[in-house]
């Protein structure tokens, strides 16, 4: 395995510092080929392509390097192609910030649409056309429709999918296939849910079961809580939406619509319209989209930005769109790195619950050594360990000879988090209903946070990611885990 030592005169022209732990202080180099280098040959020629207000679209296709590769022209210009369809439901989503580990392809739709939000809270007609909606922190996720090989209403959840698909037509489905409180929610909702007029398949988030509300006092209010997961939702006991929780048997917040001749081919659409179900006493749901009160906001004051706040995201939006153009397709190579990704996703995993967004390569050095050789002592065979050190080597050489560009990766990733948590921060004032974390120990039981965060759809590429704060959402559902 490779000491510190060796890793850093691996990278050439790169003197050693002192303090292995601090990041390099060094002349940038250009990322290898085929991506793009040369900084200030970038910054150069991006200078006039910049938007200089942020309703203004990114214009790359005359003032661009002629070495910006095709895919980023195409995405940083106002027209974005779609992408292929999958063939498998994609049920995951992922963090905005996170894109640029997916392919310079993701990485461009999410600048798209960052900058598409950001022109919409400015009062200006976006190029790019996003839907937003928030997210809510429910649980379990389940499925409900009409299965279309033929025609019987079912619930179910991610396992429909799956090789031998779990789908409950009955309830003796539902005991067979489930247990505990899944099965109890699963029940509940095989028996209201034909009720709403279901087209297609929705998949929702479920919010509360039978006994999943309960009376509390926050902020010396007496409210109807519930807990579906990390965040408790409260709702004042008076209101009209109040006494709407409490005759429900259950809550759900549908977010996804499917589409397909078969299970198997259901396509997804993000973004679940339900002004066309029926009003049903026993089940209670929500519009989850905010598009709307988005709009009505814009119209009213004319701006979600002040002046001061859409300079500042400018001047951050500048600084990841040169390094994005810098990174070039050296996003796709490092996507494809198998012995690779796999750590870096868990290694920005633990940086969150100690409480940065923030590392630099020489922090994921270091992380990396420790846990690959701590991996390849867990084997008996003295060949085996052998092998799994030469593999992690392999990986830490690559990690080396992609050094500056990595670096340039990770402070991209930081420049898009810092656009989204500006976003996240405007759009916490479209929240529905009032959202809090239970404390632990004396006092106050409960204390107000912020949703559990938003879900941003680019219209034309019919790509969705989530805009989360994750060093307050996340790392608490990291502890609560």
Same mark, same amino acid.
């Given at each position: ?28 180099? $250009?990322?290898?080929?085929?991506? =793009?280098?040369?900084? !200030?040959? +970038?910054? #150069? &020629? /991006? *200078?006039?392509?910049?938007? $200089?207000?942020?309703?203004?679209? =990114?214009?790359?296709? !005359?003032? +661009?390097? #002629? &070495? /910006? *590769?095709?895919?980023?022209? $195409? ?407």
């Amino acid at each position: 395995m490779k000491t510190f030592k060796q890793f850093f005169e691996a990278i050439t022209p790169l003197k050693r510092p002192a303090g292995l732990s601090k990041p390099v202080k060094a002349k940038p180099l $250009k990322a290898p080929k085929p991506g =793009i280098g040369g900084s !200030k040959i +970038a910054r #150069k &020629r /991006l *200078g006039s392509a910049v938007p $200089k207000i942020i309703a203004k679209p =990114i214009k790359l296709t !005359k003032t +661009a390097p #002629k &070495r /910006l *590769g095709t895919k980023i022209k $195409k995405k940083l210009v106002s027209s974005f192609q779609p992408f292929s369809r999958f063939e498998r439901p994609k049920i995951h989503i992922q963090h905005i910030e996170d894109s640029i580990f997916s392919g310079i392809d993701e990485a461009a739709t999410a600048f798209g649409m960052l900058s598409g939000l950001a022109e919409m809270f400015a009062g200006h007609s976006p190029k790019v056309e996003v839907l937003v909606s928030t997210k809510w922190d429910g649980a379990p996720s389940i499925f409900a429709g009409t299965n279309p090989e033929n025609g019987k209403f079912f619930v179910g959840t991610k396992s429909i999918f799956n090789q031998s698909s779990k789908i409950n037509y009955t309830h003796e489905d539902i005991d067979r296939n489930h247990k505990g409180d899944l099965a109890e929610k699963l029940h509940v909702a095989l028996s209201e849910f034909p009720k709403l007029g279901i087209d297609g398949v929705l998949q929702g988030d479920v919010m509360f079961g039978p006994t999943g509300v309960t009376e509390e006092v926050i902020t010396a209010e007496p409210v109807y809580a519930f807990t579906p997961n990390t965040i408790t939702y409260a709702v004042q006991q008076n209101s009209a939406l109040g006494r709407r929780i409490a005759e429900a048997q259950i809550g759900v917040v549908f977010h996804t619509s499917y589409h397909g001749n078969t299970i198997r081919g259901l396509k997804p659409t993000y973004g679940a319209t339900v002004d066309h179900l029926k009003e049903c006493k026993s089940v209670w749901f929500l519009n989850f989209n905010i598009q709307d009160s988005i709009q009505e906001a814009v119209n009213s004051t004319e701006t979600v930005f002040s002046i001061a706040e859409a300079e500042e995201f400018k001047a951050i939006q500048t600084e990841a769109l040169i390094k994005l153009c810098d990174i070039g397709d050296f996003a796709d190579r490092l996507q494809e790195r198998k012995d690779v990704m796999p750590d870096l996703t868990m290694f920005i995993n633990s940086k969150v619950r100690e409480g940065t967004t923030e590392f630099t390569v020489i922090e994921f050095v270091d992380w990396f050594t420790k846990r690959r050789e701590a991996h390849a002592e867990t084997f008996k065979m003295a060949e085996t360990r052998k092998r799994k050190l030469e593999e992690a080597n392999e990986a830490l050489q690559f990690v080396a000879d992609s050094y500056y560009v990595l670096e340039k990766l990770f402070a991209f990733r930081e420049d898009v988090t810092q656009m989204k948590l500006m976003l996240i921060d405007k759009l916490e004032e479209f929240q529905a209903i009032p959202a809090f974390l239970r404390t632990e120990g004396s006092g106050e039981q409960f204390k107000a946070t912020d949703s559990e965060g938003f879900v941003v759809t680019d219209v034309l590429s019919d790509t969705t990611m989530k805009l989360v704060d994750r060093l307050g959402f996340s790392q608490a559902n990291f502890k609560r885990a």
